[in-house]
């Protein structure tokens, strides 16, 4: 029994100790922010109506945390150590959702995971969404 007590205890130790590291650097994580837009003077009327933000959909290879980047030879590849803060789609419809509930034009802006029903729906495609680099020295 002591022995047994004594292996884990070398095994606990052991995995305690630091053995296990790594020298992958850290991943940097990116958000999308709009711009704030230039006050503009108020609808004659907000619509009387609600609106659903669905979740858009993406075209291949944009459904994922990855940072695209399109490179001269219009070669696909992702930003090593760059992801964003989540999957594309729910970043985009979030940023929608807050643009469209700060104009004020409607009764109410909701996203896709919403439990409120609306008269009215957005889909938006996302058909290419990336950094796009025109030359090698210069993005």
């Known amino acids: 029994m002591r022995r047994c007590i004594a292996v884990v205890t070398l095994l606990l130790a052991a995995g305690c100790s ?15 922010r709009a711009a704030h837009a230039p006050q503009t003077p108020p609808a004659a009327k907000a619509a009387d109506a609600s609106l659903r933000v669905e979740l858009p959909f993406t ?23 760059s992801e964003w803060a989540a999957q594309l ?5 979030e940023l929608s959702v807050e ?8 009764v109410a802006v909701n996203g896709s995971e919403s439990a409120f ?23």
């Open 99 to 106: 643009r469209l509930r700060a104009t004020g034009d409607w």
């Open 89 to 93: 789609p729910l970043l985009v419809e």
């Open 18 to 32: 630091g053995g296990l590291r790594s020298n992958a650097p850290a991943s940097q994580t990116y958000i999308l």
């Open 117 to 139: 029903s609306s008269e009215y729906f957005l889909q938006i495609p996302i058909r290419r969404f990336e950094a796009e680099y025109t030359t090698a020295a210069a993005p």
């Open 59 to 81: 075209g291949p290879g944009l459904h994922s945390e990855h940072i695209v980047i399109v490179q001269p030879d219009h070669r696909m590849s992702y930003y090593a150590g």
